[in-house]
């Protein structure tokens, strides 16, 4: 009954808000999350949970493949550092606001030390522990190897290695183009722009939410929900024929999931307006056109003169850098958006026009 | 002119040395970069032919045969009098679909794309339908299927009598 329950909560369509809730949730109350005794407490309650998990023979498969091991470490890591740097802020907030100043700007803690032999050796002994880590990996885990190479046949699931399978649950709500070239490539423009954009001094060399809560939040929504729950989805819940399992169940090759996906030209004209899709490509896909234009080129300035945030965010940075952060932002946003349209209309693409190989 | 003045390069000897280090200079990273380009292309190349024969009409019952799919990659569909090749690429990525003879439906094992048995997409992200290849039948009544020529359906040309077999 409870593995049915986490199966069905599991399923994108839910999990994907829950995880979007428990994310604005954790940054509200950072410094209940951030608490040693929340800790605490969640790691004793996870114990027995993951223990219950793990006599599942099912779930047990999926997480014990060679593959996946390094997903769980990944997992344990960003959820230990996410605490930690809650932890860290929320001392130090409260620190400011009874006048104090960071925890990290206490003379003891600006003393200074030399870097041979204090980080030199750290460094060392990091680097030897690493090497014996993955010496003793490569010998309990054996490479995952499969048989050669044919053009003509596919595994299935066909699963890329674990750090793109975010990338690859991308693409089945997005056209290649887009998931495959234009949004990794924001991604990997967008990080190396965040210096650029954001000038703002505060934060610098000590963990803070309160001074920077917009930065933060911005980011981490792309880091925890945008990627690594994307990650876990594609690594965990994908199985043969990109179906949805959930976590407890056995993946059966013949679990069919009907669905049948639209278009929004489809929609418009054939289901609300009854009159057939025109002939003329541009006049058949307009609204999507329109609608995706508007999208970029009308939320921003509106942004920037209705509401409050925005008005705070133009002032203090100027029209460039607030123009490209907003974008960058709505190129986010455009995943989130376009995974709800898809379990909410069954809608395919926004903007169809494969004749032109661009679809939105 | 003192002896020191004489001793170092006048302007123009500069100009003539530094001229002919920078042709020097291009044409090494020039023919580095081609044999770089060059080593993209491969030596020997395994993929499979383009045209093949594909026997006789009479051969294929009704519905989907997979005979020629890990030779040549390609489905033959026989369907309301028509027998039509049907690429086995999925249009969304290029993964190889399945072809699930229950649900009668292909169905990508990469990001989920469905294809109808005519090769038209209904779900997942695919954007537009399996493409078909050349079929006519040569003199001798066998089937020649030339991959060289693709026909799509968003564009129309499913309709072009080179696209289906009438059978």
New interface residues.
């Given amino acids: 009954m409870l593995r049915e329950l986490f199966n069905k909560l599991s399923d994108p369509i839910i999990s994907f808000p829950l995880v979007t809730i428990g994310f604005y949730l954790m940054l509200k109350h950072y410094k209940t999350f951030g608490s040693k005794k929340f800790a605490y407490w969640t790691v004793a309650i996870l114990i027995p949970v993951t223990a219950w998990f793990l006599s599942d023979h099912n779930f047990f498969s999926i997480i014990s493949t060679p593959d996946n091991i390094p997903i769980i470490i990944l997992l344990v890591c960003v959820a230990f550092f996410t605490w930690f740097a809650l932890h860290k802020a929320a001392l130090n907030d409260t620190r400011i606001e009874e006048g104090l100043g960071p925890i990290e700007a206490t003379p003891e803690n600006r003393e200074k030390v030399w870097s041979w032999p204090n980080l030199v050796y750290t460094e060392l002994f990091a680097m030897i522990a690493c090497t014996a880590f993955l010496v003793v990996w490569a010998i309990v885990f054996k490479a995952p190897l499969e048989e050669s190479a ?9 699963k890329a290695p674990w750090y793109f399978l975010g990338l ?1 649950e991308m ?6 183009w887009m998931a ?1 070239v234009v949004l990794p490539g924001l991604i990997v423009a967008g990080l190396i722009a965040i210096p650029y954009i954001d000038t703002n001094p505060k934060g610098n060399g000590y963990f803070t939410l309160k001074e920077r809560a917009m930065a933060i939040t911005a980011f981490l929504y792309g880091w925890l929900v945008l990627w690594v729950y994307l990650i876990i989805v594609g690594v965990f819940l994908r199985g ?4 949805f399992y959930g976590p407890f169940e056995y993946w059966d090759f ?1 679990k ?1 999931v009907a ?3 639209v278009n929004l030209s489809e929609i418009i004209w054939i289901k609300t307006l009854g009159i057939g899709l025109p002939k003329n490509l541009v006049v058949r896909e307009i609204f999507g056109i329109i609608l995706s234009l508007a999208y970029i080129v009308i939320i921003p300035p509106w942004f920037a003169k209705a509401t409050r945030v925005g008005r705070n965010l133009f002032k203090d940075v100027g029209a460039i850098r607030y123009y490209i952060f907003m974008f960058l932002i709505l190129m986010t946003m455009s995943l989130p958006i376009k995974m709800i349209l898809r379990w909410l209309f069954s809608l ?2 926004i903007v ?1 026009l ?2 032109w190989e661009l ?1 939105l | 002119m003192n002896l020191d003045s004489k001793q170092s390069l006048n302007r123009r000897e500069f100009f003539s040395y530094i001229t002919v280090g920078w042709v020097m200079f291009s044409a090494s990273v020039g023919g580095l970069l081609s044999l770089c380009f060059r080593f993209t292309y491969p030596n020997v190349n395994f993929e499979p032919e383009m045209e093949f024969l594909a026997g006789a009409p009479t051969d294929y019952p009704s519905g989907v045969d997979e005979r020629w799919k890990n030779l040549y990659g390609v489905w033959m569909v026989k369907q309301e009098g028509k027998l039509i090749a049907l690429s086995n690429i999925c249009t969304h990525l290029g993964c190889i679909p399945n072809w699930l003879p229950a649900e009668l439906k292909f169905k990508c094992p990469c990001h989920g794309s469905g294809y109808y048995m005519s090769g038209i997409n209904f779900e997942g992200p695919t954007p537009r339908p399996l493409e078909r290849f050349k079929i006519g039948l040569q003199p001798d009544g066998k089937i020649k299927v030339d991959k060289t020529k693709v026909f799509r359906w968003e564009k129309g040309e499913w309709d072009s009598p080179d696209s289906f077999l009438e059978v």
Avoid: I, R
């Fill in positions: 044919n053009p003509t046949w596919a595994p299935n699931p066909a690859q693409l089945v709500y997005f056209d290649p495959g043969p024929n990109w179906t013949h069919v669905s049948f996906n395919k693409y169809a494969p004749e679809n």
